[in-house]
């Protein structure tokens, strides 16, 4: 199992609750795919994309159950970014938690 990371806002993970699938975030939409992290780059990009921000979701899934819509495409620093060139289904969410903001910075404690 190869576990990948999304970061959603309340909002947009409420929506992905009621709605059953989501084509991601503004930022998402205007790139054309839904990004994701891996546990080495989800604490970047919560700084770069989310700084200061609270009530934030960590949502987990396996990448190995996304098919070929999920593309390892070049990124931050030449690191490699899942993408998702299509909705996101809830289903495949494997567990969601809080990612609280303590001290002005996401604690991802134990969550990676």
Not at 39 to 50: D, Q, V, W
Request: glycine residues 12%.
């Amino acid at each position: 199992m190869t576990l990948i990371y999304k970061i959603f806002r309340a909002g947009e993970w409420q929506a992905l609750e009621r709605d059953g699938e989501t084509t991601g975030a503004p930022v998402d939409l205007a790139d054309g795919y839904i990004h994701f992290s891996t546990a080495e780059t989800a604490p970047g990009t919560a700084e770069k994309h989310f700084a200061g921000e609270d009530g934030l979701i960590l949502a987990a899934l396996d990448a190995d159950t996304l098919g070929d819509a999920l593309k390892w495409e070049p990124s931050r620093g030449g690191a490699l970014f899942p993408h998702l060139y299509r909705p996101l289904r809830r289903e495949e969410v494997l567990w969601a938690k809080p990612l609280p903001l303590r001290g002005g910075a996401h604690d991802f404690g134990d969550l990676l």
